[in-house]
């Protein structure tokens, strides 16, 4: 060692020596650091990035997940001259957090669809077929229902009873005689009728034609009898047409002709008639009627001489039977 002092001017070390004392003052500063941090501390390399977990996005919508943050690498410590004291050497930068890569949702498994046996449409139940598979018998055959091309029509034909309760035709044989004109008599009616509403057999049903009607009026000894006729529009209507018996009511206008026995004039004038009554059923197109009526004469043309003055008129009640064709 004297003498390579001697020749160099100055001590050299040996080389395991050196490489011995440098580790020990490398080695030296870590330990003390070491031992002023507490037990189970991790020395920070960088800021800490929480990295989200990732999230599964339906195909239908887009994915709108932020990209993660990744941690800036840290600066490098700087270098100590050579001159100086050496210092605790840099620890290694972390390594930025691996992202994981973003998964797709798994993709539904495509079944196949085998196609099977079509389904037959099931068949209605039969009508003629019971519940228990037997065969019903068939229905009768549908009658056609008649529909008539002609209004209904209706007919009738009566006969009975009339009085005069009021009278002032030239019926007394002596002039100037006032006794009562009450004469009895008898009457026939007819009607020829076109139903005009009720086809339905519920609503109460009408008829509108045309009436004759003859009358004879006996006298006494003292007094003419008379004969007339009557013709004109005649209207019924009937009331309940369900019922067996069915009420109705009529009127009439019309004009009339009378003859006075030994009275060379003939009356004309016109007829008004009320009537009241009711039909009892018999068979289809069949019934019984029974009608009572008040009706009305009056004779403005009937003269006996060139002044006699006009005006003749006679009240009558009748009381009738008959029978009527049709509905």
């Known amino acids: 060692m004297t003498q390579c002092f001697r020749r160099t001017g100055r001590a050299q070390v040996q080389p395991g020596t050196a490489q011995l004392i440098a580790l020990g003052l490398m080695v030296w500063p870590a330990l003390g650091l070491a031992q002023q941090r507490p037990q189970g501390a991790v020395p920070a390399a960088g800021p800490v990035v929480q990295?989200?977990?990732?999230?599964?996005?339906?195909?239908?919508?887009?994915?709108?997940?932020?990209?993660?943050?990744?941690?800036?690498?840290?600066?490098?410590?700087?270098?100590?001259?050579?001159?100086?004291?050496?210092?605790?050497?840099?620890?290694?930068?972390?390594e930025p957090p691996i992202q994981p890569a973003p998964t797709e949702p798994a993709a539904v498994p495509v079944v196949p669809v085998v196609p099977g046996p079509e389904a037959k449409p099931q068949e209605p139940a039969s009508p003629l077929l019971s519940g228990a598979g037997e065969?019903?018998?068939?229905?009768?055959?549908?009658?056609?229902?008649?529909?008539?091309?002609?209004?209904?029509?209706?007919l009738f034909l009566t006969f009975g009873w009339t009085y005069t309760p009021a009278n002032s035709l030239p019926l007394n044989r002596t002039p100037g005689d006032m006794k009562p004109q009450t004469l009895n008599g008898l009457n026939i009616d007819g009607?020829?009728?076109?139903?005009?509403?009720?086809?339905?057999?519920?609503?109460?049903?009408?008829?509108?034609?045309?009436?004759?009607?003859?009358?004879?009026?006996?006298?006494?000894?003292?007094?003419?009898?008379?004969?007339?006729?009557?013709?004109?529009?005649?209207?019924?209507?009937?009331?309940?047409?369900?019922?067996?018996?069915?009420?109705?009511?009529?009127?009439?206008?019309?004009?009339?002709?009378?003859?006075?026995?030994?009275?060379?004039?003939?009356?004309?004038?016109?007829?008004t008639r009320l009537a009241v009554g009711m039909d009892v059923h018999l068979r289809k197109w069949l019934q019984l009627t029974f009608e009572?009526?008040?009706?009305?004469?009056?004779?403005?043309?009937?003269?006996?001489?060139?002044?006699?003055?006009?005006?003749y008129d006679f009240h009558s009640l009748n009381l009738q039977a008959g029978l009527w064709f049709g509905r």
């Open 51 to 94: 990295t989200p977990a990732p999230q599964v996005v339906p195909r239908w919508q887009p994915d709108l997940t932020p990209p993660a943050a990744t941690a800036a690498p840290s600066a490098p410590l700087p270098l100590a001259p050579a001159a100086q004291q050496p210092t605790t050497p840099a620890m290694p930068a972390a």
């Open 191 to 271: 009607a020829l009728l076109w139903q005009v509403r009720g086809f339905d057999g519920v609503s109460w049903p009408a008829w509108i034609g045309f009436m004759p009607s003859f009358y004879y009026l006996f006298g006494d000894s003292g007094q003419r009898d008379f004969l007339g006729m009557g013709y004109g529009i005649y209207v019924k209507h009937a009331l309940w047409p369900r019922e067996r018996f069915r009420l109705f009511f009529a009127y009439g206008l019309g004009a009339t002709q009378v003859w006075v026995r030994d009275v060379d004039s003939r009356g004309i004038g016109h007829l």
């Open 135 to 154: 065969a019903l018998p068939k229905p009768p055959p549908i009658r056609p229902i008649f529909i008539s091309k002609a209004v209904p029509r209706a």
């Open 292 to 311: 009572f009526s008040y009706r009305f004469y009056n004779l403005p043309m009937l003269k006996l001489a060139a002044t006699d003055a006009s005006g």
